[in-house]
């Protein structure tokens, strides 16, 4: 079911976020798979990586867009989950307090970052749903 938040979401937005929200989860697998074939060879493992790798090359290159403020808060509130007061509190302290920014602020990096990998996303519709196609149903039978 939708949170009232995606409900006002368009689906590449909503779709997008859930591929985020499950970066830890391919890179912790690519991880694990790595491992696995270290130290036995397996078609299936291999194949199984062979995918992971590309999952988590497409986020990758989606951080590629973003410039380093846009990066950090979507690291931090969508990938990490942070509140925002943390993740303001993380901006500080990553610029030795320097450079402070407002809550507001650090939600407007975020959007303009989602703005550009959306874009992006879009662009590469194709190529990007087929390889989260799991991720891409889910949120398309939730928009019904």
């Known amino acids: 079911m939708k949170t009232i938040a995606e409900s006002e979401m368009q689906p590449m937005e909503i779709f997008v976020r859930h591929v985020l929200d499950k970066y830890l989860s391919y890179t912790a697998e690519q991880k694990t798979y790595e491992h696995w074939l270290a130290i036995r060879e397996n078609k299936e493992v291999r194949e199984a990586l062979i995918v992971v790798d590309m999952k988590v090359a497409m986020i990758q290159s989606w951080f590629e867009l973003l410039n380093h403020d846009e990066k950090f808060v979507i690291e931090q509130h969508l990938i990490q989950e942070l509140e925002w007061p943390r993740v303001a509190f993380s901006f500080s ?24 990998i959306i874009t992006f996303a879009e662009n590469h519709r194709n190529m990007v749903i087929t390889l989260f196609a799991d991720i891409w149903e889910e949120v398309m039978k939730e928009e019904r």
């Open 93 to 116: 302290e990553r610029w030795k307090g320097e450079f402070t920014r407002a809550e507001r602020t650090l939600v407007t990096y975020q959007a303009t970052g989602l703005k550009k």
